[in-house]
């Protein structure tokens, strides 16, 4: 399971998850660090042929009333988007793995806000995506290995599609979006074993570079439609996108 903690939605409930976080961390690190004789036995490397599985979702929830938002003001909002990952890899040396994922994400939102000119605009969208992530790993074991840095460099191809209604005054526009997009980023992260079959997984928001493609269509306008391309560099790893998961690992 991933779990996402953004900017602008920390709710009580997610830090209460943070906290929670902050001390699996803070107990399991030093049990990783003692070496208990009884560990000599397990072998917790990723080694030639062995071959791993991952299922993850993710969930952003976020409602909000009488914000102050940039050029406009939140009277309610009602937000939520999650997604499925699957995904799978096999060693092909010692801690060097070759893998691809399948994810599938869905986004809705329902918002009335005022807009600069203090009309009421409510606004309702939904939209979904799936996205073919070919990757490769690299582990650094510590210690006897129960503990593992990797370093995640992926190419992910996502389709998606929205649609948005926006209700005003005297009008109702309706917006459909298609796009492609390409991502080539590195990913970090840590695996915890507990056995050497079931792992714990955390790593932080990807950072890379971006080509999306975009057409728009405004209440059906064909004629008109708006056709952009934009490409984007961020070298920033998202320390607030803190992804959480379970592993099977098996000798394939």
Same mark, same amino acid.
Do not use: M
């Given at each position: 399971m991933i779990l996402n903690i953004k900017k602008g939605s920390f709710s009580p409930f997610r830090l209460n998850v943070l906290i929670g976080l902050?001390?699996?961390c803070f107990f399991a690190t030093p049990a990783v660090a003692q070496v208990d004789p009884t560990d000599?036995?397990?072998?917790?490397?990723?080694?030639?042929?062995?071959?791993?599985?991952?299922?993850?979702?993710?969930l952003d929830q976020r409602d909000a009333e009488n914000e102050n938002q940039l050029l406009r003001q939140v009277i309610d909002q009602n937000k939520l988007d999650y997604r499925v990952i699957a995904s799978g890899g096999y060693a092909l040396n010692d801690n060097f793995?070759?893998?691809?994922?399948?994810?599938?994400?869905r986004q809705r939102q329902d918002i009335t806000f005022l807009n600069e000119d203090e009309e009421e605009i409510t606004s309702k969208s939904v939209g979904?995506?799936?996205?073919?992530?070919?990757?490769?790993?690299?582990?650094?074991?510590?210690?006897v290995g129960k503990l593992q840095i990797f370093v995640q460099t992926d190419l992910? =191809?996502? @389709? !998606?599609?929205?649609?948005?209604?926006?209700f005003m005054a005297m009008e109702v526009e309706k917006i459909e979006e298609n796009f492609t997009e390409i991502k080539l980023g590195v990913q970090p992260g840590?695996?915890?074993?507990?056995t050497r079959q079931w792992?714990?997984?955390?790593?932080?928001?990807?950072?890379?570079?971006?080509?999306?493609?975009t057409t728009q269509t405004v209440n059906d306008d064909q004629a008109n439609e708006t056709k952009i391309q934009q490409s984007s560099i961020d070298l920033r790893l998202?320390?607030?996108? =803190?992804? @959480? !998961?379970?592993?099977?690992?098996?000798?394939?």
């Open positions: 902050l001390g699996f000599s036995a397990e072998d917790y490397t990723v080694s030639k042929g062995r071959a791993y599985g991952v299922l993850t979702f993710s793995t070759l893998g691809l994922g399948f994810s599938y994400g979904q995506d799936v996205s073919f992530i070919p990757n490769i790993r690299k582990y650094v074991p510590l210690g992910r =191809l996502s @389709l !998606g599609e929205s649609l948005e209604r926006n840590v695996v915890l074993f507990f792992a714990f997984e955390a790593s932080v928001g990807i950072a890379g570079v971006t080509s999306r493609w998202n320390l607030l996108a =803190l992804n @959480l !998961g379970v592993a099977y690992y098996f000798d394939f």
